[in-house]
């Protein structure tokens, strides 16, 4: 195959690479690398062999490259070359996958990191940042030109970096807007779960939640990709029950304030958000599923932060948004369970423990009945300090 | 070919010059006295000041063959290195040995004299350009020696290398030659590096913009030693202080390198009152230093003392009462500058002060921790901050080696990433610090503990903070990105890199090509 048209994809910025298809009857590929000598050949040849893997047997390629990891150079390749094709087709099928296991639904979710899909200088040490949850963004953070070089990347770094514990999500433009094509290149890279940004209606996830179906059996994904709609407009608000009801893999709301806000005509503060912050809690908790608060935008304000994520937990909140890697400590701080909250779960834990051995269905601790999402939350808290099984 | 204690192949002698091998950090037993200057002396009325730089060069009796030193405070806003080379070589003075403290980019012109046999021989810290340029082979007539700080005192002050004639910029000066670099208007910092070119130099220099009436204080350089008072247009721009290194990073990675840092001194209990500290001028140990500030604000903990490098970081924590007193060797930019000269709890040190191996005191020898950089680092822990990965030597030692041979606990901040090159290697391509005075290694995987620092790796677990192995976080990086090639290394040796005792710890060799 040989692409007929010139296309190029990427950038010079750091950590990045920008490749350039040229029609050509031949395989040619160039390389300009910063490190010279010493990765030169290994680019060439990794090139090489991606194109011949893609059935491309006449292009002149050539790969500039600004620091950029491997995954990186192969993701502007693809989408150099799907924009050569006119067509994304040729790349929806499975990248060989690091191992990676799945998440409980009810799992730790006490931070939800953005980092924007689009730039390869942010996703270069995305797994060192260690968030519960990270978030990689192919809507608002993404540029209307890049989105498709964007999804390359996206669908590249979940194949390629082992990110340990954190679970892995990937918020997806609305369906109706280019959200089928992230799906069909990055569900096969076997993320956790999904966001879907604009959630104002239960249909939305429920389609969302067909297309994942039929993607997870097409690209013969081990499990079930979880739901994340991110509530963040006043119709959202109002109908964040039937959504967080509509399929069983929601396995959180989002709240999104910066639109909230905005639509509503609010300034933003705690007091003008906290109804619509309770109603949110209340009907994911009445719905079984998880709620996470919203982003604070501003990074240099610790305090700020600290005090915000302190109140949501209150409230009710599991978790909370964070913009940059060093809002994760502070997240995790106000999320973590009181001295007293531990002794409790110690001591239902050990309970339940103990009840099993003897045989025993019905567990009680401190007088009351510990059942099934009770003891999930004690463990669960013990999780948080480092007691029992992993955050999982 | 012999090789010394960490099994780098150190030839006997290089260019005529023995090479003692190094045996391990602290080993080395100094015999002898210490040098001096000549014995001189003048008569009353007698008048230093020569009318031009030139004239005071005639005046000096400098010759072919001849060293000439200079100190490195106004960093890459130096106007006195070229000036002097170049009115040498109007002199028809040639096959000069230069003994700088440090070069920088600004110094890149020299090039030019080294091709022209004007400079056949460096002594000192190759940064940047010059660097690149000896790397290539066979520019010069021996191949430089590199060392540390402290390394170059004890040099001087042990007789290992003759100044013929120092240079000393000053930013101020009186006709008798007393100078200091904190008043007239372009103030550097501290000049005390000079202090030793000035009681060992044959002859002494001063050159400055700023001549004032007697006597100028503080007297960092003394008239006792002063031989000539040459007054020019501008001796430096403290401009060209700040460069690019100098600032708290922004980059997520780097911030979290430097959170882990701070974490692990805290978590072996280290960051307490009375506490003294160094951390490096890069932008990792910048942050940490910032982190380190905040820790200290919430926790109440003051720290007796701080060695600079000294940035506005350490300026603030002085102000704030966090920091005792800061030990300065070198001003990095105008607030530390001002500060310097204003506070009393700011002092100068002189490099022998700081970390001369042939003393009897090191206030290196008393930092509880210090947070340091590298190009590289190895499984063996053995830092590399001189060459790249490509094998170009680019930068000086600095005080990395008097710092982590001194700290309690030194910890080596670095990504395991530099662009797409691995930062972790196998074996570093050249030994600047041996992993015996490294303690910790921190990159944004986890953090490394040496392993005879078990004590170490159990506050840290108990801490909860990621403990790993190099290996394991080098695997990961090169996951990534592959291993690459590695430098293919000749025989010539384009640079000497000793330790602060004065052995060798590494040459480095003349790449010359790519297996």
């Known amino acids: 195959m040989r692409p007929t048209q010139e296309a190029s994809a990427g950038t010079e910025d750091r950590s990045d690479a920008l490749v350039r298809v040229r029609p050509a009857g031949r395989l040619t590929v160039s390389v300009r690398t910063r490190t010279g000598p010493m990765y030169e050949e290994h680019i060439a040849s990794l090139v090489r062999q991606a194109l011949r893997g893609y059935g491309v047997d006449g292009a002149h390629v050539e790969v500039g490259e600004e620091g950029a990891y491997d995954h990186v150079i192969l993701a502007r390749l693809e989408a150099a070359l799907a924009r050569s094709l006119g067509s994304e087709e040729l790349f929806r099928s499975a990248l060989p996958v690091v191992d990676r296991t799945p998440t409980s639904r009810s799992r730790l979710r006490r931070s939800r990191l953005y980092v924007p899909g689009g730039g390869a200088r942010l996703l270069a040490f995305a797994d060192s940042f260690g968030p519960d949850c990270l978030l990689l963004d192919l809507e608002d953070a993404v540029a209307l030109p890049e989105k498709d070089s964007a999804r390359f990347l996206v669908r590249r770094v979940l194949a390629t970096m082992d990110f340990g514990r954190t679970e892995l999500w990937v918020r997806i433009n609305p369906l109706d807007a280019g959200g089928a094509d992230d799906l069909a290149l990055v569900v096969g890279s076997r993320p956790h779960g999904i966001c879907l940004p604009k959630a104002e209606d239960p249909a939305q996830v429920l389609a969302l939640a067909d297309l994942l179906a039929s993607l997870e059996e097409a690209y013969s994904v081990p499990w079930p990709l979880w739901i994340m709609p991110i509530i963040e407009s006043p119709r959202g608000v109002l109908a964040a029950a039937d959504i967080a009801r509509a399929a069983e893999r929601v396995a959180c709301l989002a709240f999104g304030a910066e639109d909230y806000t905005r639509e509503v005509g609010a300034r933003r503060s705690w007091e003008t958000l906290l109804w619509a912050r309770s109603q949110l809690v209340a009907s994911a908790k009445a719905s079984g599923v998880q709620a996470s608060d919203t982003v604070y935008p501003n990074v240099e304000d610790e305090e700020g932060l600290r005090d915000e994520a302190q109140r949501a937990r209150d409230l009710g909140f599991d978790g909370k948004g964070v913009i940059h890697p060093l809002q994760i400590g502070i997240v995790h701080g106000a999320f973590a369970p009181s001295a007293e909250e531990v002794a409790w779960a110690r001591g239902a834990v050990e309970a339940a423990v103990a009840a099993a051995k003897e045989g025993r269905g019905v567990v009680a601790y401190q007088g009351r009945m510990i059942d099934r999402p009770v003891l999930e939350r004690a463990k669960r808290i013990l999780a948080q300090v480092g007691e029992g099984s992993d955050a999982d | ?515």
């Open chain 2, 1 to 515: 070919m012999p090789t010394n204690a960490l099994g780098r192949e150190i030839p006997e002698e290089v260019a005529g010059r023995t090479l003692r091998p190094y045996q391990g950090a602290f080993v080395t037993i100094p015999a002898g006295r210490r040098a001096g200057g000549p014995l001189k002396t003048i008569r009353p009325g007698a008048d230093k000041v020569a009318p031009s730089l030139e004239e005071a060069i005639r005046r000096s009796g400098l010759r072919d063959g001849m060293t000439i030193s200079f100190h490195h405070s106004f960093r890459d806003g130096d106007r006195l290195v070229l000036p002097v080379v170049d009115a040498c070589a109007r002199l028809g003075i040639g096959d000069l040995r230069l003994f700088p403290t440090a070069l920088f980019p600004c110094h890149e012109p020299l090039v030019r004299y080294i091709q022209e046999g004007v400079l056949t021989r460096i002594e000192g810290s190759l940064n940047g350009p010059i660097g690149a340029f000896v790397s290539q082979g066979g520019k010069l007539k021996e191949p430089p020696i590199l060392r540390s700080h402290g390394g170059r005192w004890r040099a001087v002050a042990c007789g290992e290398v003759g100044i013929d004639v120092a240079f000393i910029a000053a930013s101020e000066a009186d006709p008798y030659g007393n100078a200091n670099g904190i008043n007239g208007p372009h103030a550097c910092g501290p000049i005390s590096f000079s202090v030793i070119d000035s009681w060992c130099a044959d002859h002494v220099v001063v050159v400055t913009d700023h001549l004032v009436p007697y006597p100028a204080v503080p007297p960092t350089i003394e008239q006792g030693y002063v031989d000539q008072v040459v007054v020019v247009d501008q001796v430096g721009d403290p401009a060209g202080i700040v460069t690019g290194t100098l600032r708290v990073t922004r980059s997520p990675t780097q911030l979290k390198i430097a959170d882990l840092a701070v974490r692990a001194v805290e978590a072996a209990g280290l960051v307490r009152n009375g506490m003294g500290f160094q951390a490096g001028a890069g932008g990792i140990s910048l942050a940490a230093q910032e982190i380190l500030a905040r820790r200290m604000k919430a926790t109440g903990v003051r720290a007796a003392f701080a060695i600079g490098g000294t940035t506005r970081y350490l300026v603030a924590m002085l102000n704030e009462g966090l920091v005792g007193t800061i030990l300065d060797g070198q001003a990095f930019d105008e607030e530390a500058i001002v500060s310097h000269r204003t506070n009393p709890r700011h002092q100068p040190m002189t490099p022998g002060f700081y970390a001369d191996y042939n003393s009897l005191g090191c206030a290196t020898y008393l930092l509880d921790f210090a947070f340091l950089g590298g190009t590289e680092v190895d499984l063996e822990f053995n830092v590399n901050v001189n060459t790249h990965s490509d094998g170009q030597l680019l930068h000086g030692i600095g005080g990395h080696q008097d710092v982590a041979s001194g700290a309690g606990v030194t910890v080596i901040t670095l990504p395991t990433l530099r662009g797409r090159v691995p930062m972790i290697r196998d074996q570093v391509t050249t030994v600047t610090t041996p992993g015996e005075v490294i303690d910790l290694v921190v990159t944004e995987r986890g953090i490394a503990v040496n392993p005879r620092r078990a004590d170490l790796a159990a506050d840290l677990r108990r801490a909860g903070l990621p403990v790993r192995t190099l290996a394991e976080m080098k695997e990961e990086a090169e996951r990534l990105v592959g291993a690459g090639k590695k430098p293919l290394f000749g025989d010539e040796i384009v640079g000497v890199i000793q330790w602060r005792d004065g052995t060798v710890i590494d040459v480095v060799r003349k790449v010359e090509g790519w297996q």
